[in-house]
């Protein structure tokens, strides 16, 4: 799936999932869902999502372990989904790296999809303007390098 | 109510046990006065006995005025004998004998010895025992003043007790009394803080799991109405998304009164954050006519919190407008003494006395499809914020609500 963007869901409430998937899917995103934060982890690094969209409030795992350990295996943004009085947990993950926040229910479905893109567009950007120029850069500058030493080598012989 | 009646009780057995004590002082000093005149009197009456009454008599004795030299008998006010016409024949104070004195005459009839107190000239209140005794066959009355002050001591210890004990039962009475309204208010304000807490805990648990099953139902809805056209579908899911809307405002309602946010200070411009709160209001009901009289005043406050507040009043007003003809809202606010006031009225249907004691109580509401909750929040918030909050209204005449701000928190 390289060129569709990809998108988790890590929610324990399966309607509100199901839900989510029908609207992204229909955008054209490729979803997963994952009603166990503790299976989305084994999972996540072959799905290599470009957005991960977590509950904060799950059974095994919260929103925000789920992300510190989430951003171990993968370079994903993150999207978590609070009802309402969990807007201080819901900063606190911004904190951890999260991206932004979602109440459930959702005021708007044009707004979420609004912000979706919006992430989307960045972390796109990002990843096709900087990340892989630079890592094709690298990867030109290791070859060099090793052309260089293998010059070296030859010189002193 | 039964701890004060048992304060008030044992307050009580102070008092009576103090007047008691009042009382057996007060017999006591009388019985030591008869003892010591019935001795006085014994001993006088055998020294006439062994006297020559007659002899004494003719050489006008000053016998009574040289016993009372003797300072044993520092008690004894005066001693005096006086015979049936009433004239005084020995007197301690020797001036005095051979006057007559009326009073006297009718004692002879009464029973003897005869106890009473007497007034002397110099205002001194004198215990006076008097006995008669014959005399060579002739009757004389004997009379023996004595001084009360020594024992009067004793009274007087035993009233300064007794006050002593009167104004202690009256300071545990009112320190009972005080005390057990300090306890009762204290208990009032731990089951408001339980009530609260159990209110908070509810409406943690309401807003996820109501909020968790909405966000589908809500979801799903708004998708599908975007997906269907045909007219009496989409009228049905407009109304599963308004119903949705409106347990999700129940929600944030309950959480906003279960659990607000701590204070957040800034400096506020009022006059300002009033018309933003306004606009919104006067731009979606242009039938109404929006008064506003407001000085610009910068003050230390929670924005958020006032902007709630007002918002909830200036909902229940528009409200309220909207079955009467005349509809205007007036908002003015001044400022008096060091003091805010904001007073918001309206020209709606107004409340009765009833209704107005219910108001602010969470979950009563008039409308059908309230929460029962802006004024609750109004006050909860007003609370946190040392707002004086003070509704009037009367039924067909409107309501103003007045709000006393501090100029800083």
Not at chain 1, 42 to 63: A, C, E, Q, R, Y
Not at chain 2, 13 to 27: G, H, K, P, T
Not at chain 2, 137 to 147: D, F, P
Request: proline letters at 3%; a neutral charge; hydrophobic letters at 45%.
């Amino acid at each position: 799936m390289p060129d569709t963007v990809r998108i988790i869901i890590v929610e324990d409430d399966s309607s509100f999932a199901s839900f989510l998937k029908t609207i992204l899917e229909e955008e054209g995103y490729a979803v997963m869902v994952f009603n166990d934060p503790e299976v989305a982890l084994k999972n996540i690094k072959d799905f290599s999502p470009h957005l991960v969209i977590t509950d904060l409030k799950m059974p095994k795992m919260d929103g925000i372990k789920f992300i510190e350990r989430a951003r171990e295996v993968v370079e994903a943004e993150f999207i978590v989904i609070t009802a309402f009085g969990t807007i201080p947990s819901a900063v606190e993950a911004i904190k951890k790296g999260a991206l932004d926040y979602i109440t459930k229910p959702l005021s708007s479905l044009e707004e979420f999809l609004e912000k979706i893109k919006k992430i989307l567009k960045k972390n796109i950007t990002v990843q096709t303007l900087i990340c892989l120029p630079m890592k094709y850069f690298l990867q030109e500058l290791k070859m060099f390098m090793k052309w260089l030493k293998k010059l070296q080598r030859l010189t002193q012989l | 109510m039964i701890v004060f009646l048992l304060v008030f009780f044992s307050a009580l057995m102070l008092v009576v046990s103090a007047f008691f004590i009042y009382r057996n002082a007060e017999q006591a000093t009388e019985q030591s006065l008869k003892m010591q005149a019935i001795g006085i009197t014994i001993t006088l009456n055998s020294v006439l006995q062994n006297s020559d009454i007659k002899e004494l008599k003719r050489q006008g004795s000053t016998i009574f005025s040289e016993i009372l030299i003797d300072e044993r008998w520092e008690g004894v006010a005066f001693i005096s004998l006086y015979s049936s016409e009433g004239k005084v024949v020995f007197h301690s104070n020797p001036a005095l004998i051979g006057q007559k004195f009326q009073e006297v005459i009718p004692l002879f009839k009464e029973k003897t010895p005869y106890y009473h107190y007497l007034t002397l000239s110099t205002g001194e209140k004198v215990f006076v025992t008097d006995t008669k005794i014959n005399l060579d066959e002739i009757q004389y009355l004997l009379r023996v003043a004595l001084h009360t002050y020594p024992v009067q001591s004793l009274v007087r210890h035993a009233k300064i007790h007794m006050l002593f004990l009167a104004f202690s039962a009256v300071f545990i009475i009112l320190a009972g009394f005080f005390t057990i309204k300090l306890l009762s208010k204290i208990e009032k304000m731990q089951n408001r803080m339980k009530e609260l807490e159990n209110l908070s805990m509810l409406s943690r648990v309401l807003a996820h799991e109501i909020r968790n099953p909405l966000g589908s139902i809500k979801g799903f809805a708004q998708y599908l109405m975007k997906k269907i056209s045909e007219p009496p579908l989409k009228e049905y899911l407009d109304i599963i998304v308004k119903e949705s809307l409106r347990l999700e405002r129940l929600t944030d309602d309950l959480s906003q009164y279960a659990n607000p946010q701590s204070i957040n200070l800034q400096r506020v411009n009022l006059m300002e954050l009033i018309h933003e709160t306004v606009l919104p209001f006067s731009i979606e009901h242009k039938e109404i006519f929006f008064e506003l009289q407001v000085e610009e005043v910068s003050i230390k406050t929670d924005r958020d919190k006032i902007i709630q507040i007002l918002n909830n009043i200036l909902q229940n007003s528009v409200s309220a407008l909207s079955e009467v003809e005349e509809k205007r809202i007036s908002i003015k606010s001044r400022k008096i003494n060091g003091r805010i006031k904001i007073e918001i009225s309206d020209t709606g249907i107004g409340m009765d006395e009833e209704i107005l004691k219910k108001a602010k109580e969470p979950f009563f509401t008039t409308k059908p499809k309230g929460t029962g909750l802006g004024l609750a929040i109004v006050g909860r918030l007003c609370e946190i914020l040392k707002i004086n909050l003070e509704i009037k209204s009367k039924k067909g005449q409107g309501t103003t609500v007045c709000l006393t701000l501090l100029e800083s928190l």
